[in-house]
């Protein structure tokens, strides 16, 4: 059963930052494939009840983390029109999903959730990214296409190559796809 974790407050937050925080350290010091529930619990000060409880088992926990880390720190930079702005972002998509990190969370995050939820999380992370720049170009008076298109033809192209073919990866191939979508208008 996959449960779906809210951010919650007091002593709840408490608990999760700190077994977040314990998956984070414990896979940076013995890898992923030593880490067990029990190790977890130490670390973070709680129960190996407390764990198995919330998060039910070991690769939902790693698929809460997953989901969590892929959640975008700050929105979209601002770099004062639409073509520049997705590119910006499409290449800070690509690096951060990419790297060895970004395809061990996305692994991760869709192991842990076999229904499907938590890749409706992590695409709601991209289109609320996307729906930022596409404010932004609206309040400057651009046309732009919706959001729907840009994740078809920008997100999905480039999740398909990080997930299926990674060789030729590069900022290139990321502003090919914005150029492409914005019909060759779009400038670096």
Do not use: K
């Not at 975008?72 to 520049?84: I, K, M, Q, R």
């Not at 073919?165 to 290139?172: K, Q, S, Y």
């Amino acid at each position: 059963m996959s449960r779906q974790m809210v951010r919650p407050g007091g002593r709840s937050a408490r608990v999760q930052e700190a077994v977040h925080t314990a998956v984070r350290e414990l896979t940076s010091e013995v890898g992923r494939d030593a880490l067990t529930v029990p190790m977890v619990a130490q670390r973070a000060g709680v129960t190996p009840s407390t764990i198995y409880r919330r998060w039910g088992d070991l690769q939902e926990l790693l698929s809460d983390v997953a989901v969590e880390r892929l959640r975008p720190d700050a929105a979209p930079t601002d770099h004062g029109a639409l073509g520049p702005d997705l590119e910006a972002w499409a290449g800070q998509f690509l690096d951060e999903m990419a790297s060895p990190a970004g395809r061990a969370y996305i692994r991760d995050a869709l192991l842990g959730a076999p229904d499907g939820g938590n890749a409706d999380r992590c695409s709601a992370y991209a289109a609320d990214q996307i729906e930022a720049i596409l404010a932004r170009a609206t309040e400057r008076g651009e046309e732009a296409p919706g959001t729907e298109r840009i994740i078809d033809h920008v997100v999905a192209p480039l999740m398909y190559r990080i997930l299926f073919r990674p060789d030729g990866l590069d900022d290139a191939y990321a502003r090919r796809l914005v150029t492409a979508l914005l019909g060759g208008a779009s400038t670096s």
